[in-house]
Structures are given as C-alpha cells and as structure tokens.
C-alpha cells in the first residue's frame, strides 16, 4: 500500500486568532480545495477546545457537509489530531472530568469512523505531559479504558508523547494492544534531543504515523531542514521497519497568504528523502 502523504488541518489559510495551530473555525471549509491541488491525499483534522462547538465532526449535519467535501474533491479526513485533550487532559483530573473527557474521546471515534477517519493522535505533551509516576499511571487506565472504544470503531488511538524511549515503550509494553500506536513527530523528537535510532529501537514495532516538522533543540518549531531533526536518520529508520503508514505534515508556517505555495515545497522537501 503506498504511503499517503497529508497535512495538519489549519494550515492551507491563515492562522487564526493569533494561534498557531487550531481548528479555522471561520475557513474550515476553503481547505478541502487547495489540498486537492498541492496535492494532498488527506487533511488530519484538528478536534480542539477553540472551535469544539462550531467543529463538523461534532454533529450530524457538520458530518453530512465533511462527507459532501471530501466526496467532491477526493481529499480525505484521514486522521484528528485531539487537541481537545490539551486543554482538558486525561491525567491530572477528577474522576467526574475524566469520565466526561473519555465519553468526548469516544464521540470522536464514533463521529470520526462515520467519515472515514483512521486513527485518532492523542497528545500526552505539553499542558497534558505525563510527567509523574502518578501521571504514568492514570495514563495506563485511562488508555485501557478507551480501547473498548477503539475496538467499537475500528478506529486506532496514536499517542503523541514527550516521554523517553524507554519509558515510552514501558507504557506500550503495558498496553499491547494492535489498535493503539505511537504517532512519531519529528520535530517534537529533535527538540526533546531524542535520537531516532533509540527511539525505533525502543518501539519501531508500535509506530503507526507520522508528524514532520522541524524544531530546535529545546525550542520551537522552524522551517523545514533548519532544525535539530535529522531527516536522514529518520527515514533510514522508517525504510528498516519498512513503514507503510502515513505522513502529516505538521510544519512551521511561511508568509501568511503563500500557505498553497509553502505547502507545496514542503511537500517536496519530504518527497525527496521518501520514494515508496
């Protein structure tokens, strides 16, 4: 199966209200379009708090207009990207809020299999960061508790983590089921000093997609090939797991109005390091 490549939804339109990345509660509709002609075979959807009560993916009538879009341009919503789950993360919360955040994780799912979503990426980074044993923990329940939902939809649960190699693997290793993958983001990676060689060693078997971008060590996202990310480890890494899943891209943004042109290049500079 040939590998899809697609971006993080946001930015083919100008940033928002100052964000960097969002759902564009105002221009979530003039992307389908220009992805169609960079091309892109995918838009990954982003579900976050901002734009939680206007996003399509949350309502039947929002489903029904996705449909329509992605049937008349051939650009699918292969992926979200729950952010939602930055502003109210799944550790750190009362037994209430927690349960309130899993029943929200499983309305995506649901809602996200009925317009042919592949995988959901949950992010523990950040604001949501398992940065405890505690944490380390609750993560672990959490995620068990949302495989039954995973399994009702088909859907695969990615997870986006700040956690080491080792540690990574050890909260995989405690949760070996085939629906639940690691989304592997380049430039978090490079900023975190992680090497790709340790990281694939740890659980190359588990990655499922991934996130490009670049970042400096210990700071923030630039433009692509100007970063701490080693590209070329990185995908010589993906050729030895002989990976086969998809590719968002997840870049710094260019000049605001060039979006269809930066995405273009962008796509290129991956294009040049992955040829399957």
């Given at each position: ?8 939804e946001?930015r083919?339109v100008?940033p928002?209200d ?13 992307e389908?379009?220009p ?21 399509p ?5 929002g ?12 650009v ?11 502003d ?11 349960d309130?955040?899993l029943?929200e994780l499983a309305?995506?799912?649901?809602n ?5 979503v592949?995988?959901?990426?949950v992010?523990f ?7 405890s044993s505690?944490?380390?923990?609750a ?18 649960i990615h997870?986006?983590?700040s956690?080491?190699?080792?540690e ?16 592997y983001d380049?430039?978090n990676?490079?900023?975190l000093g ?5 990281e ?6 588990r990655?499922?997609?991934?996130h490009?971008?670049?970042?400096v060590l210990?700071?923030?996202?630039v ?16 050729e ?6 998809d590719f968002?891209?997840?870049?710094a ?13 962008n ?10």
């Open positions: 199966m040939a590998t899809k490549f697609g971006i993080m946001g083919l100008p928002e100052g964000r960097f990345q969002c759902f564009p509660r105002e221009q979530w509709e003039s389908f379009a992805a169609a002609k960079v091309p892109f075979d995918y838009i990954e959807w982003v579900y976050d708090l901002y734009g939680h009560d206007i996003n993916l949350g309502s039947l009538a489903m029904e207009r996705l449909k329509n879009l992605i049937e008349s341009t051939g699918r919503i292969g992926s979200v990207c729950a952010d939602y789950f930055m109210k993360p799944l550790v750190r919360c009362a037994e209430k809020e927690l309130e955040r029943q309305l995506i799912l649901r996200g299999h009925a317009v042919g592949n995988r959901v990426v992010p980074v950040d604001a949501s960061v398992i940065g505690e944490d380390f923990v993560a672990q329940d959490v995620l068990k508790a949302a495989m039954p939902f995973a399994e009702e939809t088909g859907i695969e997870l986006e983590t956690l080491g190699p080792a990574f693997a050890r909260l995989l290793d405690r949760i070996p089921h085939p629906k639940l993958k690691v989304n380049s430039g990676s490079a900023s992680f090497a790709p060689a340790n694939f060693a740890a659980y190359g078997d990655i499922g997609s991934v490009i971008k670049d970042r210990n700071g923030g996202t433009p692509l090939g100007t970063g701490n990310t080693d590209f070329v480890a990185l995908f010589s890494c993906l030895k797991i002989e990976y086969r899943g968002t891209l997840q870049v943004r260019g000049i605001c109005g060039d979006e269809f042109a930066w995405a273009k290049q796509l290129a500079f991956v294009r040049r390091y992955w040829h399957n």
